[in-house]
Nanobody, 122 residues
């Protein structure tokens, strides 16, 4: 199991930027595919982005494509989500998730962080 801790959330005006971080500990970070999910008030948790173990392969939800960038630094055991051109509809609790490399990030299991709140004001 890997332990995950998110940070970097906060309050920002529409059009602004935030960078989220997800720090991992416990097992070899580069053994994991990593992803970001979010849950908006009154909605189901939804996929945002994922990145493979090396960082060379990424995938985004259509709603964030072109505005968000997922990255990772295996030497620092940390994953990032750079969020630009934020919109009020991006308001949510953002969670990071880890699954073993070669496994779909969408599986029910895996390791989750506790979440970090992002609020975008209009």
């Amino acid at each position: 199991q890997v332990q995950l801790v998110e940070s970097g959330g906060g309050l920002v005006q529409a059009g602004g930027s935030l960078r989220l971080s997800c720090a991992a500990s416990g097992r070899t970070f580069s053994s994991y595919t990593m992803g970001w999910f979010r849950r908006a008030p009154g909605k189901e948790r939804e996929f945002v982005a994922r990145i493979n173990w090396s960082g060379r392969d990424t995938y985004y939800a259509d709603s964030v494509k072109g505005r968000f960038t997922i990255s990772r630094d295996n030497a620092k055991n940390t994953m990032y989500l750079q969020m630009n051109s934020l919109k009020p509809e991006d308001t949510a609790v953002y969670y990071c998730k880890a699954v073993l490399s070669g496994t779909s990030i969408m599986i029910p299991g895996g390791s989750w962080g506790q979440g970090t709140q992002v609020t975008v004001s209009s």
